[in-house]
T-cell receptor, first 116, second 115 residues
Framework: AQSVTQLGSHVSVSEGALVLLRCNYS??????LFWYVQYPNQGLQLLLK??????LVKGINGFEAEFKKSETSFHLTKPSAHMSDAAEYFC??????????????FGSGTRLQVQP | KAGVTQTPRYLIKTRGQQVTLSCSPI?????VSWYQQTPGQGLQFLFE???????NKGNFPGRFSGRQFSNSRSEMNVSTLELGDSALYLC??????????????FGEGSWLTVV
């Protein structure tokens, strides 16, 4: 079964500092990986996704993530945090053509707080 | 292009009642999936529909059901509501689903409170 672990339910950074949100996955085959952001009282918005094309994936709002198969990780980073980045971030995994698994399995989420 | 639209946004129901939530996918999208979000269990997959057929189902009791219409609009129903059904119910749509890594687009959700 596929699973996702997000280390740190809460992360606090200063404005302008590096943002690093950790995600590790468990899968018997290389999966598809996603990062979503959720602002208060809103749905989920896709930040970026990995579908085996390139290991370094660039997303919206200056975020990027690197797929590391040897570490089974897909950590999300942003060089300089902005106040508007304060939100909850979810890492998710879905299957590929081999597994046929269609649904997304989400991590428990990381709430990012940005201090002025 | 209009996004995924969910109605109602907020509703309060009494334990034992039933509820129907509606979802209109992005135009041209044929796959609709539903997720439940709670503070305790996080985001959990309920089911996915494609071309009016349920393709995948999560680990939820039979009180949770859904359907998809020929115009791809979807509804989910929860019967005999329990307090633990209080949650944000998110609908998502995609052109053909997530099996090929296609992006799924989420609506803003329906907040259900069971009292």
């Amino acid at each position: 079964a596929q699973s996702v672990t997000q280390l740190g339910s809460h992360v606090s950074v200063s404005e302008g500092a590096l943002v690093l949100l950790r995600c590790n996955y468990s899968s018997s085959v290389p999966p598809y990986l996603f990062w979503y952001v959720q602002y208060p009282n809103q749905g989920l918005q896709l930040l970026l996704k990995y579908t085996s094309a390139a290991t370094l994936v660039k997303g919206i709002n200056g975020f990027e993530a690197e797929f590391k198969k040897s570490e089974t990780s897909f950590h999300l980073t942003k060089p300089s945090a902005h106040m508007s980045d304060a939100a909850e971030y979810f890492c998710a995994v879905s299957g590929n053509r081999d597994t046929g698994r269609r649904a997304l399995t989400f991590g428990s989420g990381t709430r990012l707080q940005v201090q002025p | 292009k209009a996004g995924v639209t969910q109605t109602p946004r907020y509703l309060i129901k009494t334990r034992g009642q039933q509820v129907t939530l509606s979802c209109s996918p992005i135009s041209g999208h044929r796959s609709v999936s539903w997720y439940q979000q709670t503070p305790g269990q996080g985001l959990q997959f309920l089911f996915e529909y494609f071309s009016e057929t349920q393709r995948n189902k999560g680990n939820f009791p039979g009180r949770f059901s859904g359907r998809q219409f020929s115009n791809s609009r979807s509804e989910m129903n929860v019967s005999t509501l329990e307090l633990g059904d209080s949650a944000l119910y998110l609908c998502a749509s995609s052109p053909i689903g997530t099996v090929s890594g296609n992006t799924i687009y989420f609506g803003e959700g329906s907040w259900l409170t069971v009292v």
